[in-house]
Every structure is written in structure tokens, then in C-alpha cells.
């Protein structure tokens, strides 16, 4: 989950994506950055093939991406046709200060009772201070039946940090 990418270009040498620069992301820094931002954008494929970009809190357990998601959200229909998302975790506000990773993953229904549990608990401790007052009735049903969503990287994650760019 970790690691840098390496791409092939016209069938030469391996050679790493950001090669010019040098700007990816250690895995020390990775996990920093995952540990201290609970905020992504999980983006699906809407059946129009638009994709579909959203805001969501995220936790790591045992080197894991967790997201919990309402159980009639339309993320979940998409992903039903198309389990393969885009994970992004990134923070800095000017161009200079710039930093993410980015995972393209498959998105699968977490089943397991004690796992499910386990998420709802770890999101629950992460963000206690962001919850919101109680909700209203309707939009607490819908909050209240909701899905864990395992996001599982497919291939080593894109990774860049502009503070690293010497100008």
C-alpha cells in the first residue's frame, strides 16, 4: 500500500514515475500522512462512466483502508457494477505546500460482523470531536444503516509532495 510507483516506458528500463523530480512520498511519509488526515475522496464510476468524486472519513486498521458509507448511498450501486475506485488522501493549501497519494482499488462490502465493529468503533474514536449534534429523525435512519467498505489497492500508489520541488 505503501510503496512507489514504477512505470515501463516503451518497453525500456523500470523507472520511477516522478524520476525528474523526486517528489514521491517515503513509506514513513505515507503513513504519516494516512495517520493524521482522516479525510478522502472516494471517487466511483456512476453508470454513464462519470466519475463520481466524493468526501469521505477513513480509518487504517492492520494496514487496511476502511470507509463506512450509508447503506442507500449510490456509491454502493456503483460499486456494485464496478467495485474499482479512486482513493485520495491529500492536504496543503498553495501550490508549494501540496502533497497526496493516490490508490486506484477495488471497493468490497466488509461482511464480517466483528471487523464491521471494529471500524464503526476506530471511526467513532477518530471523530468524535467532528460528529455532529443529533441528527434529525430521516436523516439519522439513513446515517444509522450503513455499510463498511474494505478499499483495496490494486497497484502501488501514486505519491508527490511539492514541498520536495526545489525551485
Same mark, same amino acid.
Given at each position: 500500500?505503501?510503496?512507489? &510507483?514504477?512505470?515501463r ?7 520511477r514515475? #516522478? ?6 512520498? %517515503? ?8 495517520g493524521?488526515? /482522516?479525510e478522502?475522496?472516494?471517487?466511483t464510476? +456512476? ?11 477513513y480509518?487504517v486498521?492492520?494496514?487496511?483502508i ?5 447503506? &442507500? +448511498?449510490k456509491r ?5 457494477k #464496478? ?7 491529500? #492536504?496543503?493549501v &498553495?501550490? %508549494?505546500?501540496?502533497? /497526496? ?9 466488509? %461482511? ?5 465493529a471494529?471500524?464503526?468503533? +476506530? ?13 434529525? /429523525?430521516?436523516?439519522?435512519?439513513r446515517?444509522?444503516? %450503513? ?8 497497484r502501488?500508489p501514486?505519491?508527490? #509532495? ?6
Amino acid at each position: 500500500m505503501l510503496r512507489s &510507483r514504477t512505470t515501463r516506458r516503451g518497453g525500456g528500463r523500470p523507472r520511477r514515475r #516522478d524520476h525528474a523530480m523526486g517528489i514521491s512520498l %517515503s513509506p514513513e511519509e505515507l503513513q504519516e500522512l494516512f495517520g493524521t488526515h /482522516g479525510e478522502a475522496v472516494l471517487a466511483t464510476t +456512476a453508470p454513464s462512466g462519470a466519475p463520481l468524486p466524493l468526501p469521505v472519513w477513513y480509518v487504517v486498521l492492520r494496514g487496511e483502508i476502511y470507509v463506512r458509507t450509508p447503506s &442507500r +448511498a449510490k456509491r454502493l450501486r456503483h460499486i456494485a457494477k #464496478d467495485p474499482t475506485v479512486g482513493f485520495l488522501v491529500h #492536504d496543503g493549501v &498553495r501550490w %508549494s505546500e501540496l502533497r /497526496g497519494v493516490l490508490h486506484t482499488a477495488n471497493a468490497e462490502i466488509v %461482511s464480517d460482523a466483528g471487523t464491521v465493529a471494529e471500524v464503526e468503533r +476506530a471511526l467513532a474514536e477518530r471523530f468524535a470531536e467532528r460528529l455532529p449534534p443529533p441528527l434529525p /429523525g430521516p436523516v439519522a435512519e439513513r446515517y444509522d444503516d %450503513s455499510v463498511v467498505l474494505r478499499v483495496v489497492p490494486l497497484r502501488e500508489p501514486v505519491s508527490w #509532495d511539492n514541498r520536495k520541488i526545489r525551485v
